[in-house]
């Protein structure tokens, strides 16, 4: 009776549980060797979505080689902007990169912050149409993912249009709505993937209002840039989007009769359990998903200091406004589940050790149910956001190299500046390249001890 109680709990612990890392890589619409380029305006350029999905991506497959280059402009409408009209837009900052992958979302500054206006939209479809033919024209098998823009707020802050001095019924979402149903339909036609970040923000900024009007409005300050935590749910929609699997690791384990019930992405060995205190050696093969904005409050745009690495992870500090709105999208059931469960236990409490961290006191009955170890201080957490600033910090020195140095230098003329400033900027970029390495390093899985004790 006991072995076909176990098979059956065996059975059921399949549900939701996902194979090994290899298996969930296979599904995911990022490979091994993608070169991922984010283009976009100011809300691209702020950066923090992008650092989310690779800094995903990098702990949760620490063996899939891929490289994200940040190419977002602020003011930048699909005709280019002041860094450039179109042609030099792509021919400069996406191109050179030979991406096979490439993100779009424009359309905040498209829709010229005034009610819909039939001339500006034509202008809009047009320029929009133009990237994707030169995309598939100079890059033969991209894979290009469009981007409905994210919203202005008239959901939790003031209605309106920006710079409209006359009362219109509506607002200015209500211009990018239409925006992102042309999005929609365009990317239906030419067979690409299309992702709703706007739809995903409006539920969570309704959401938020809900339960605290006032942190609702810190989700989108100023109602165009999203904060931090506003980008956490734009990175969460578009890593659902390309099939980003749930699970760092999962592991169910039977103390009374000293057998590992069920594993996925991770393996479990040297198990040993006496009355009192069982203990066994993990290998995941991933890390958890630091929640960039959770654990330290992230300002609205990053502070224009070369090198900036982001504010210091405080694991024991909860930001309210990422803890509200985190909890509504659910991020840790879509994105960061790492269920432990310890079965046949005595009642009583029991305290959590790993590599003799202490994590928590857990009660017997917890643990049969299962606790997430990505919602605790572990050592695993503290290497995945030692690889998030790895990510971050890659990510600042393309800005610096390419807007402090790459751009300056190409307006200053002349042969001999030209010539110099093409050899400083090439050696930048391969010192950029390099970057990954320490990033691939860092996300390496280590084996870790866990120790359960019971509390007397």
């Known amino acids: 009776m006991k072995s076909m109680f176990w098979l059956a709990m065996a059975a059921l612990l399949m549900v939701g549980w996902t ?20 283009y976009g305006d100011s809300i691209t350029e702020q950066r923090y979505y992008p650092v989310a999905v690779q800094t995903f991506i990098r702990t949760r497959f620490p063996n899939l080689h891929v490289r994200f280059v940040d190419s977002g402009v602020g003011g930048d409408r699909v005709t280019g902007g002041w860094a450039g009209g179109i042609n030099l837009r792509l021919k400069r900052d996406i191109f050179p990169f030979k991406p096979n992958v490439v993100t779009i979302m424009l359309g905040m500054n498209d829709g010229s912050y005034r009610p819909f206006n039939k001339h500006i939209f034509m202008i809009y479809k047009n320029g929009y149409r133009h990237i994707i033919q030169s995309l598939q024209a100079h890059l033969p098998g991209v894979k290009i993912v469009l981007i409905a823009p994210s919203p202005w707020d008239n959901y939790a802050q003031r209605k309106g249009y920006p710079v409209n001095p006359h009362h219109r019924p509506g607002s200015y979402n209500d211009v990018l709505i239409r925006y992102s149903n042309f ?127 982001g504010p210091r992870q405080n694991m024991h500090a909860v930001n309210p406004l990422a803890a509200m709105v985190l909890k509504e999208v659910h991020a840790y059931r879509v994105l960061d589940r790492e269920p432990l469960r310890v079965g046949g236990l005595a009642a009583g409490d029991y305290q959590l050790r790993i590599n003799h961290q202490q994590v928590g006191t857990f009660s017997a009955g917890q643990l049969a149910k299962g606790i997430n170890l990505a919602r605790y201080d572990t050592p695993m957490m503290g290497q995945a956001y030692k690889v998030m600033r790895l990510v971050w910090l890659q ?62």
Request: one cysteine or more.
């Open 395 to 456: 990510t600042e020195y393309r800005f610096v190299t390419w807007r402090n140095y790459q751009l300056p230098l190409a307006r200053l003329g002349g042969p001999a500046v030209e010539k110099a400033g093409r050899k400083l900027v090439a050696a930048m970029y391969k010192h950029w390249r390099h970057m990954d390495a320490a990033q691939y390093a860092a996300a390496k899985p280590l084996p870790d001890n866990y120790t359960l004790t019971a509390v007397k």
């Open 183 to 309: 999005v929609k339909k365009l990317a239906a036609k030419n067979h690409l993937l299309c992702v709703d970040f706007n739809t995903a923000m409006v539920e969570a900024i309704k959401a938020a209002i809900k339960i605290n009007p006032h942190l609702a409005t810190r989700i989108i300050p100023g109602q165009c840039h999203p904060g931090a935590t506003g980008q956490m749910v734009m990175a969460q929609t578009l890593l659902r989007a390309w099939g980003a699997p749930a699970t760092v690791a999962a592991v169910d384990i039977n103390a009374a009769n000293k057998t590992v019930v069920k594993t996925a992405n991770t393996t479990v060995s040297n198990l040993s359990a006496s009355p009192t205190q069982i203990s066994w050696t993990e290998l995941d093969q991933s890390l958890p998903y630091p929640m960039m904005t959770l654990h330290a409050s992230w300002p609205q745009f990053p502070p224009e200091v070369a090198g900036w690495t």
């Open 19 to 38: 194979g090994g890392n290899a298996a969930q890589a296979k599904g995911f619409f990022i490979k091994a060797g993608d070169r991922v380029v984010f």
